[in-house]
């Protein structure tokens, strides 16, 4: 696997462009952090995490399920300057992508009460396991249950509006098979 079409973006900083966000635009993250490393190689992908984000009152949030909060949402520009309050930037590339279909504040609305009631799910450890299981084996099923892995937290939110993105042949999701969608297209990537 491994989609090229995040290749040669436009590097922008966060101030340039913030008020061209919208709500649901797909943010994907290139971390080079362990775990990071370990999914990008698993995946044979660029991409070790995804979310997405929305505008609320004049903010940038991002939406997304992680290793150690589970669903959360958290300020865009966190990502950008203050990674997990590290008071530095996070550690590695990030882009930002948009779902070709518009949304329409009724059905944006309706993704983010889709998130709402997501918050705070847990993350989906066990899934890591059995998704590295599935691509070095190719056997098993993805089973819906209430824990999240980044990407399922996102198809899970699409779902709701009616937006089926990519996903593998054994039905499971990850970042790549976000970012391979022929509807899914890339913007930009952040200058850090």
Known sequence: MG???????????YSNIRSKIKTGDILFC???YPMSKIIRELSKSLFSHVAFVFSWNGRVLVLESVEDDGVRAIPLSQYIKNYENSKRPYKGRLFLARHKEKLPKKKSN??????????????????????AWRITTG??????????????????CFQEI????????????????????????????FSI
Do not use: W
């Open 110 to 131: 309706k993704m983010l009460g889709k998130a709402a009631d997501l918050l705070n799910s847990k993350y989906d450890k066990n899934d890591i396991a059995k998704i």
């Open 162 to 189: 009616g937006i089926t993105l990519n996903r593998g042949k054994k039905g499971f999701i990850f970042p790549e098979h976000i970012a391979v969608d022929k509807n899914v297209i890339p913007l930009f990537e």
């Open 30 to 32: 290139s971390g080079n």
């Open 3 to 13: 989609t090229n079409k995040f290749d040669g973006l436009e590097q922008v900083k």
């Open 139 to 156: 056997l098993g099923k993805h089973k819906k249950d209430n824990e999240y892995i980044c990407s399922e937290f996102v198809d899970e």
